[in-house]
């Protein structure tokens, strides 16, 4: 995976009122960790992480560092749940030749055998590589698979370096019959019973008032 250049800038002030002043520049509050390193809190520019986060398990190349450029993986990030904009970012140091445990995606193409209907179990699966070397995605081509044919993680075609680390018999997709148009009826409920119909409740009766024993 070719790494992707970002300038990044030391950042000195913390809280919801700077990170807000940060974002509004167009920028993202980042944190980067690991190798037993002191936290260290970055800006970056906005438009270039998101672009950059397109791709999954992205090696960042952060530059413009103190001590030069430094490579580190996205480790979870935050987004504005109604704009989908990046908030801000956790970034763990990488470096080449180490091996790292990630999530990889399952990618599918072709068309299943006619009758049957494709169930994808899994979406990614949990492997080891080095850090310089993750894979973007893991392709399964199931032109013509027949029902009841399935894959599982271990039967995935991983590259070289790559290690499962996941459990080899967990289901990643199979192939399973379509259901007939009786199935597709009865799910859908169209012979349901009618439910009886509610007689209206009578109105409360109302107690006549005594006439009063008082007299002229």
Do not use: C, W
């Not at 980067?32 to 970055?42: I, P």
């Not at 450029?69 to 990046?86: D, M, S, T, Y």
């Not at 091996?99 to 979406?123: A, C, H, N, S, Y």
């Amino acid at each position: 995976m070719p790494e992707v250049p970002i300038s990044a800038e030391p950042r000195t002030e913390f809280g919801k009122g700077p990170a807000r002043r940060t974002r509004v520049l167009g920028k993202v509050p980042a944190v980067l960790y690991g190798h037993g390193t002191d936290t260290r809190h970055l800006t970056l520019p906005g438009h270039d992480l998101m672009m950059a986060l397109k791709t999954p398990n992205v090696l960042i190349r952060l530059e413009g560092l103190p001590n030069g450029h430094e490579l580190a993986l996205p480790k979870a990030v935050q987004r504005n749940p109604i704009k989908g904009f990046v908030e801000h970012v956790d970034l763990i140091l990488v470096r080449q030749g180490e091996k790292v445990t990630v999530e990889v995606p399952v990618r599918v193409v072709g068309e299943v055998f006619p009758g049957g209907i494709l169930d994808q179990q899994m979406v990614q699966v949990l492997v080891e590589a080095e850090a310089t070397h993750i894979p973007q995605a893991f392709e399964v081509d199931v032109e013509g698979m027949e029902v009841g044919t399935a894959v599982h993680a271990a039967d995935l075609s991983l590259p070289r370096g790559v290690t499962l680390a996941a459990d080899p018999e967990a289901l990643v997709l199979h192939v399973i019959a379509a259901p007939t148009a009786e199935q597709i009826e009865a799910e859908l409920g169209v012979e349901a019973e009618v439910p009886a119909e509610v007689a209206p409740e009578a109105p409360p009766a109302v107690a006549e008032a005594e006439p009063s024993g008082n007299s002229e």
